[in-house]
């Protein structure tokens, strides 16, 4: 790759996830390759069945998102009805909630006999994932000549047939796509995992975690998080093919007129319900200690009761956590809007670092925050203890959503807006300020909202680099709900719904008019 031949504006996103992924993954690997007992660490049987179990558990609920994941995208993609601009901001919230706040979510609505289970998982899974189906595969089915239906239904094709011959085959490349990314964020659960699994229900990044930090065998560790990286390489290979822009793409699409049947419409209101039940267990928690109602988990999460065992500031995690989700914010909106010009001129060069660019959302963050663990741990390099080593990751995580939604809007500007400017005599920095960015706003505001939503609810990185005085407001969930007792119970879910809120406010409230 020729740097020179790639505008400049690229460089600051590259050095990003120079420092935040490449840099530590190469030494994360060079450390294994310099003599870490790789067989030992395979024959363990608590490796073996997290591999199986993430293996397993993956597949099923790739398998539960995309059943319900297909029709849900086609309503939405084909049909115009009341409350789609609604149905359409559920779906986008539930992909940037946290994951420790959905798994607590799942925790309060499935009954006791389902909790730490393979199913309540799976289900949880298909929750956080149905948003990756309706963002990849809808546009695509948008751009289904109605004529080809219409001619198939003259011919006396039955919708069974349709849906095989035509529907299917059409948005074949944007469904493996979104099979591919499902199982991916699937295989690499941390946050639900955590909070939902159990004994034998771990997945390979709850082990490595489990090694690295728990047994402090850095090295074990650092052989799973390898081999897990090159796995979901190549499984991230095969998504990459896709249309990978179009998973936070938020353009307004020309419907269909036609109205919506009532069983499809039963259908939709089927799935806004699986979106809200959970928020609504989850609040109905917050109130209850035991089996009685009680205030009890938000007096203490807001310091108006002591427990003993439980020491948290809820204040400074909500600082802590705004602090960092502003600063990465700060880092990634400019950084990845400067590198979307620089990928919108498609030159070999710029497609190559635009691919580097998505490295942190290909892999783990907790492989990342184990391979940080092990790369900034020493003189001349020793910035572990530095807080603001966390937005920077943070900001890395983010970068890929910035750019994604950027992306399109860039390459979509038309050159005779910028011919017409400079002929009136605007220089380049006026046309970029006059013309350029207001066409930009609603990308910029969805960057935005999702670098700051991604960064409080980031736990997987966090996990590895917190300190008891920076903790977030995830790293605080999670331990209220490795706690015993129906006190921290009521805390942790008390947290969770403060979590969700935030984030669900954040995304919702920055650019509403994308949802339509």
């Known amino acids: 790759m020729r740097l020179r031949s790639t505008s400049p504006f690229a460089i600051p996103a590259v050095i990003l996830v120079l420092i935040a992924a490449v840099i530590p993954l190469i030494v994360l690997s060079a450390s294994v390759i310099s003599g870490a007992d790789v067989v030992s660490i395979w024959s363990k049987s608590s490796v073996q069945r997290a591999l199986i179990f993430s293996t397993w558990q993956a597949l099923l609920s790739t398998a539960l998102t995309i059943c319900l994941g297909l029709p849900t995208t086609w309503f939405l993609s084909r049909y115009d009805f009341f409350g789609r601009q609604v149905f359409m901001a559920l779906v986008t919230v539930t992909f940037v909630l946290p994951t420790v706040a959905v798994g607590a979510a799942f925790l309060a609505l499935l009954p006791k006999g389902l909790h730490h289970s393979t199913m309540a998982i799976v289900i949880a899974h298909a929750f956080f994932n149905i948003s990756i189906v309706v963002r990849t595969v809808g546009p695509r089915w948008n751009s289904v000549d109605d004529r080809l239906i219409d001619c198939a239904q003259t011919l006396g094709a039955s919708p069974l047939h349709i849906w095989k011959s035509i529907i299917l085959p059409l948005g074949k490349s944007a469904i493996l796509s979104s099979a591919a990314l499902t199982f991916f964020m699937c295989f690499t659960s941390y946050g639900i995992i955590s909070i939902l699994g159990g004994p034998g229900l771990a997945t390979l990044d709850i082990e490595i975690y489990r090694r690295a930090v728990q047994l402090g065998d850095l090295s074990g560790a650092a052989i799973l998080a390898v081999a897990q990286m090159l796995l979901i390489a190549t499984i991230f290979s095969i998504w990459s093919r896709g249309r990978t822009s179009e998973l936070i793409s938020f353009r307004s699409q020309t419907l269909n007129p036609q109205k919506l049947p009532l069983g ?253």
């Open 264 to 516: 499809p419409k039963c259908f939709l209101l089927g799935v806004a319900a699986f979106f809200v039940a959970p928020v609504l267990a989850l609040i109905a928690s917050s109130l209850r200690t035991g089996r009685s109602w009680s205030l009890a988990g938000w007096r203490v999460l807001l310091g108006m009761q002591n427990q003993k065992g439980i020491e948290i500031d809820t204040w400074q995690a909500l600082q802590t956590s705004a602090k960092y989700s502003l600063i990465a914010a700060g880092i990634a909106l400019p950084t990845g809007i400067a590198a979307t010009y620089a990928f919108s001129n498609r030159q070999s060069a710029n497609r190559q670092l635009s691919t580097l660019t998505i490295l942190p959302l290909a892999i783990s963050p907790v492989v990342i925050g184990l391979a940080i663990l092990i790369t900034y741990d020493f003189d001349p390099f020793d910035f572990r203890s530095s807080w603001l080593l966390i937005p920077i990751i943070h900001s890395a995580i983010a970068l890929p959503f910035v750019i994604r939604a950027a992306l399109p809007v860039v390459q979509g500007i038309p050159n005779d807006l910028r011919l017409a400017a400079a002929t009136l005599g605007a220089g380049p920095w006026r046309r970029l300020l006059t013309v350029e960015i207001p066409l930009l706003r609603p990308a910029i505001s969805t960057g935005f909202a999702f670098s700051l939503a991604m960064s409080l609810g980031e736990f997987g990185a966090t996990s590895f680099l917190t300190r008891r005085e920076s903790r977030t407001l995830p790293i605080i969930i999670a331990g209220l709900f490795g706690r015993a007792g129906e006190i921290p119970r009521a805390t942790g879910m008390a947290a969770s719904v403060v979590l969700i809120l935030v984030t669900a406010m954040i995304v919702l409230s920055v650019d509403r008019k994308s949802y339509s």
